[in-house]
Every structure is written in structure tokens, then in C-alpha cells.
Nanobody, 115 residues
């Protein structure tokens, strides 16, 4: 069983920055790819960013150039640095991984951007 715990969500003004963290309950970071997703009120959950075991990254067009995904395998921790935040970035943010054919999600952390 893998547990993921996100933190770092907050209320921030448009144009501001936040860094989200996601800690895994066991040492799996060295063998799994990781993702961030988000879900805004009344909308479907959407993919935000992805990072491979080796550190290669991809981003949704809506966040490219503003968000940076990174990982610290020694700390079992995934990060999402979010800059130039917009009101439309308001959502609950979730980290995700797939391990041994099962998907795992954290409980989410709320990001609210005021305009």
C-alpha cells in the first residue's frame, strides 16, 4: 500500500507563487513516475504535470512556463512550484503515481487564487 500526502496549498493573490509538496509513505520514488493533477469546482480532474524516474518532465499547455515539477528521491518527495498564478489555477491539487498496476492518489491540497 502506498500513501501520498500533499501539502502547501493556500490562498494567494493572482501573480503570486506557491510550492506544493507530496510525500510518499514508502521508498518508491526511485522506481515510479509521478504526476500532479487538479480539480476545479464543477470540473473534471485534469492532468497538470508529469515527471519520470530520471527527471524528464512534461506539462499541460495551461501551466507550461509557469509551473515546475521536480522530485527528491532521497526524501520520497514530489514538488510543484507554481509561479504567476491565475484565478483559473484555483483547484484541489493531487499527486498521483502508478505502482504495481494500481493508481494511488493523495487527499489533495486546496489552492485558491484571488483575482
Amino acid at each position: 500500500q502506498v500513501q501520498l500526502v500533499e501539502s502547501g496549498g493556500d490562498l494567494v493573490q493572482a501573480g503570486g507563487s506557491l510550492r506544493l509538496s507530496c510525500v510518499a509513505s514508502r521508498n518508491i520514488f526511485g522506481i515510479v513516475n509521478m504526476s500532479w493533477y487538479r480539480q476545479a469546482p464543477g470540473k473534471r480532474r485534469e492532468w497538470v504535470a508529469f515527471i519520470t524516474i530520471g527527471g524528464d518532465t512534461t506539462y499541460a499547455d495551461s501551466v507550461k512556463g509557469r509551473f515546475t515539477i521536480s522530485r527528491d528521491n532521497a526524501k520520497n518527495t514530489l514538488y510543484l512550484q507554481m509561479n504567476s498564478l491565475k484565478a483559473e489555477d484555483t483547484a484541489v491539487y493531487y499527486c498521483n503515481t502508478r505502482y504495481r498496476n494500481s493508481d494511488y492518489w493523495g487527499q489533495g491540497t486546496q489552492v485558491t487564487v484571488s483575482s
